[in-house]
């Protein structure tokens, strides 16, 4: 399998840093981080993206003037010309189980993991199945 360009947005740097080097170890996947949704467009018209990693909850992001979360950040890339088919894993500490459907719907992505992730043989797993696809 070839190396895949992931992006990792999450406001947690410690967290995002361990996250990344897990991935990168595992699977052998390069790993851009970042929590500004500007940059997350830039990157993901520029071809820069394989798959996005997407943590729900991002305080203090904002997209043309809006305050954002995770989830809306999602909608509006799969509603994008350009970026909709991108593959989007959605990576919250506070959903329940039983939020998953409403999650991946309002947002459009295509996964959802809890954090913490306990299983990140499954993450990549799931990583390369999407890009794949």
Not at 70 to 80: A, V, Y
Request: hydrophobic fraction near 45%.
């Amino acid at each position: 399998m070839k190396s895949l360009k992931v992006l990792l947005v999450e406001d947690n740097l410690p967290l995002a840093k361990s996250t990344a080097k897990l991935i990168q170890r595992l699977g052998g996947h390069q790993v851009k981080l970042t929590d500004e949704p500007k940059t997350v467009f830039e990157l993901c018209i520029a071809g820069e993206v394989d798959i996005i990693l997407m943590d729900i909850n991002l305080p203090g992001a904002s997209w043309q003037g809006e305050q954002v979360s995770g989830t809306d950040l999602s909608s509006l890339l799969k509603n994008n010309r350009e970026t909709a088919s991108i593959p989007i894993i959605l990576l919250t500490a506070y959903a329940m189980a039983s939020e998953r459907e409403s999650l991946l719907t309002n947002s459009q992505a295509n996964e959802f993991f809890a954090k913490p992730i306990n299983d990140y043989n499954a993450l990549i797993k799931a990583i390369e199945q999407l890009v794949n696809d």
